[in-house]
């Protein structure tokens, strides 16, 4: 599966110390703190279904969420 093109913006408020925290945990991985937050997004999001994984079938479709498998 080709990797979308990144074209969506997000703007997010938080606090400067965890700014500043992140930015650290971003060098300390060796990457952006953009692709830092993206990862960490990412994981979350399969982790809870709400993003299929690249390799496998796993997850489930936001359409395919109800209350019986909110986990």
């Known amino acids: 599966m ?3 093109t990144r074209t969506s913006q ?3 408020r938080i ?3 965890l700014k500043a925290a992140a930015e650290k ?3 300390d991985d060796h990457r952006s703190l953009s692709s830092l937050v993206e990862k960490l997004l ?3 999001l ?3 279904g709400y ?3 690249a390799q496998s079938d ?3 479709r936001p359409d395919e969420l109800n209350a019986e498998n909110d986990g």
Request: hydrophobic letters at 40%; a positive charge.
């Open 51 to 53: 993003l299929r994984n």
């Open 10 to 12: 997000l703007l997010v």
């Open 46 to 48: 399969r982790a809870k």
């Open 42 to 44: 990412t994981q979350h």
């Open 25 to 27: 945990a971003a060098r």
């Open 15 to 17: 606090q400067p110390s």
């Open 2 to 4: 080709a990797e979308e």
């Open 58 to 60: 796993q997850g489930l």
